[in-house]
């Protein structure tokens, strides 16, 4: 393993050694509460794992029971694959949604899956080029429509055409925001709908793209969108720009939810299957000394 996820701890490290500058054999309560916040875990998860500590030194096996417990949620299983097999990208703009379906479409490519990509974001016309070109650069086909048309027409235009041209995947992108809420809500379900009666079952598999940068704050968003569609996964982007690693333990207990990958960069093969032990040693690496 080539340690992406580690590596892309590399700001949240720089934060931890402003107030953790010695890496150590053991810290005390004290001193991790701040070495926990300062990696932005949210102060109410903090004190969880905290309260749940009895011995006054925190050993690395201690920590590491407790940071993979609040991970308990993260693991993940697959959905059996049905053939189209759907997926639905959600999230707010800019979170990363186009980015993350071309590194999910060239993923699926490498492992020699027939995709098609639907451009439901018809609000915004940027989005449908840029949808569209990372189609061009990838050569994977796209079913896209005008700006303002109705995006779960593309989706069922995509599902249909997957189905008669025998495609593996469909990887269907969604706008991020609407004029309201509410009409970003009953978008998202009608695309639902609409999915399941172009083939029965799908979406197979609804995906929230979550912006890593914006830590905690992503948790009130990401439960809006799980009252809206209800999500199976998450994908956190933007880890490698970040300082806010330790918001992953936070959304992912609040959340209750597998987080499926990690974005590590702007390019295609820039996505990385979250390994809740690799992220959590990652993490340790920075705070105690070899034994
Ligand atoms: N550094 C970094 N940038 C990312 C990552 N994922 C997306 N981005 C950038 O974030 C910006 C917004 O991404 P986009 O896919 O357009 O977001 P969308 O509005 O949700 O579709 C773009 O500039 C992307 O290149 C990531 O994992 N790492
Ligand atoms: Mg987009």
Known sequence: MLGFIKKSLAKTAEAIKTVAPKRKVSFTKDELEDILLEADVEY????????????SKITRDILRSKLLATLAYTTYKEPEFTKPFVELIVG????????????????????????????????????????????????????????????????????DSAKSKGFDNVIIDTAGRLHTQTNLANELKKINRICDKAHSGAPHRT?????????????????????????????????????KGGSIFSIAYALELPILFVGTGEQPENLTPFDKYEFVDGLLDILFEEE
């Not at 109410?44 to 011995?55: G, K």
């Not at 940027?126 to 995006?151: F, R």
């Open 207 to 243: 995906i929230l793209v979550i912006d890593g940068t914006q830590g905690n704050s992503a948790i009130a968003q990401a439960k809006a969108f799980n009252e809206m569609i209800g999500i199976d996964g998450i994908i956190i982007t933007k880890l490698d720009g970040t300082a």
């Open 92 to 159: 707010v703009n800019g979170a990363g949604k186009t980015t993350t379906i071309s590194k999910l479409a060239q993923r699926y490519k490498n492992e020699g899956k027939k995709v098609l990509l639907g451009a439901g974001d018809t609000f915004r016309a940027a989005a449908i080029e840029q949808l569209t070109q990372w189609s061009q650069k990838l050569d994977i086909p796209i079913v896209s429509s005008k700006q303002g048309h109705d995006s779960s027409a593309v989706a069922y235009d995509a599902i």
């Open 44 to 55: 109410d998860l903090v004190e969880i794992i905290l309260n749940e500590m009895y011995q």
